[in-house]
């Protein structure tokens, strides 16, 4: 949790194990949060010093705001899985305040056993209801924070209500996040960070790789995946040098252009212009990037149009591809494993390199030695009658200057709670150190087989 006081606002963060990293920014209401000396710590069974004897109307406003970020991905129409997060946030902040509200004025929160039973709590207590002698507690300012059921039946409570928002948006699909992740970075935004009361924690558990399992496609044999690219037939195009902005806008315009008819399946491999630092769709810049560091550097900033986290950009440590394909390329499988079907050309040609290649977590790309790069999607709906879209791309490190690297980036230490190291700069294994290639010689490697797939 990191909470500045000077600012007004706390944050809490949660890395789902195997999955991705979601923060949770709260704004408190610079009147109740400061002058009224009550804590938002009292969701956790904790007040001080609150005042009871006022109208519960004086209390509507301890949240001004709230905002989800993070490096997760959200499958669907952009404008509904805008709305869905704007949703889940005022769903968030309106359940604060009628929480407090009720906390200081002793009036209990009505009980919803039925929504701890959606949100799969293990425990079936009355998550939501507050007993008069919790309710008592609070009022009389003792600090408790593991009064009985107390903050088991917030983080219910909470995560009923963030997959009740979601269910109202059948066709938008969050992926590598679930309702507890978020409702966990929520509560530790909430936590008082001067109180004794400790912020949820839910201890990662860390797998060792499987092979068998990083590698398998799941729904689709390694044949199937063959069979398929076979039958995509996509144009091969090493691409012209850009700037970083040009590349953003032009993932996003061969992808419409595929959606609507208009361009053939394309397989995309990129040359950068200048060096950059590209931040997911939903990541927060402040957060991720040092943005004063990286413009001193000469690092565009910019944001593409899918999820996922960070990239690093360096024009001659980078190689970069976009696979832009009709949504028929990937109808009938998962998400997760479409991941695996648009990589399935690039896991071969690095196998050819003598590397050994697995799929670790949702997007990522790794060797026995670290990772190699991420991948990230998007879905484009059809458009004039064409077929839809499917937009994916993977950026690899060739190599890595780790040190300006961890100058330019943010790198929480919740973001690397479930990995083997502890520092992003090791979790890094570049493909010069592994084949001892020139980088011409992998893209030329790349591009080769890139065309072989597709015949």
């Known amino acids: 949790m990191v909470e500045d006081s000077s600012r007004g606002f706390c944050r809490g963060l949660y890395k789902q194990p195997g999955g991705k990293l979601v923060g949770v920014t709260i704004h408190r ?22 005042s009871r004897d006022s109208d519960a109307a004086d209390y509507d406003d301890f949240l001004e705001s709230c905002a989800i970020d993070g490096d997760f991905f959200l499958d669907g129409d952009e404008n509904d899985a805008q709305r ?28 919803r056993a039925d929504d701890t039973h959606d949100a799969g709590a293990e425990d079936s207590h009355d998550h939501d209801a507050l007993s008069a002698d919790e309710t008592a507690r609070c009022s009389e300012s003792r600090v408790d924070g593991n009064a009985d059921g107390v903050d088991r039946m917030d983080h219910a409570g909470v995560s009923a209500a963030i997959a009740d928002v979601m269910r109202r948006y059948p066709d938008v699909r969050m992926v590598g996040m679930t309702p507890q992740g978020i409702a966990t970075a ?32 799941c729904g689709l044999t390694a044949e199937e995946c063959a069979n398929r690219w076979k039958a995509l037939h996509a144009r091969v195009v090493h691409d012209e040098p ?15 252009q595929v959606a609507a008819g208009e361009r053939e399946p394309t397989l995309r491999i990129w040359e950068w212009a200048a060096p950059a630092v590209v931040i997911g769709r939903f990541q927060s810049l402040e957060h991720e990037v040092d943005a004063r560091a990286a413009r001193d550097g000469g690092f565009h900033i910019v944001r593409r149009c899918t999820g996922g986290g960070a990239m690093f950009i360096e024009p001659g440590n980078t190689i970069t591809y976009s696979l832009y394909a009709p949504l ?12 695996r079907l648009c990589d399935h050309w690039l896991v071969k040609a690095l196998d050819g390199l003598g590397l050994d290649v697995r799929f670790s977590g949702l997007n990522d790309i790794a060797t026995q030695y670290g990772k190699l790069g991420g991948a990230a999607q998007r879905r484009f709906a059809p458009r004039d009658g064409g077929p839809g879209a499917v937009l994916h791309h993977v950026t690899l490190a060739y190599d890595i200057d780790a ?53």
């Open 29 to 50: 209401a610079a009147e109740h949060g400061k002058t009224r000396g009550t804590s938002l710590g009292m969701l956790h069974g904790t007040v001080r010093e609150a």
């Open 84 to 111: 869905m997060l704007r949703d889940i946030e005022r769903t968030l902040v309106v359940r604060t305040n009628t929480a407090m509200r009720a906390l200081t004025t002793g009036t209990a929160m009505e009980s």
């Open 186 to 217: 929520f509560l530790r935004a909430v936590a008082d960070m001067e109180s004794p009361v400790q912020a949820l924690r839910t201890e990662p558990v860390i797998e060792p790789p499987d092979r068998d399992r990083t590698r398998s496609y």
């Open 242 to 256: 850009r700037m970083p902005e040009e590349q953003m806008a032009i993932d996003v315009a061969w992808a419409r």
């Open 328 to 339: 028929e390329f990937v109808h009938g499988i998962s998400v997760e494993d479409s991941y």
């Open 403 to 455: 040190l300006k690297m961890s100058r330019v980036l943010r790198t929480s230490c919740e973001k690397m709670s479930d990995k083997a190291v502890t520092s992003a700069v090791k979790r890094v294994d570049p493909m010069r150190s592994q084949t001892g290639m020139s980088r011409d010689a992998v893209v030329g490697a790349l591009l080769a087989a890139a065309r072989r797939v597709t015949i």
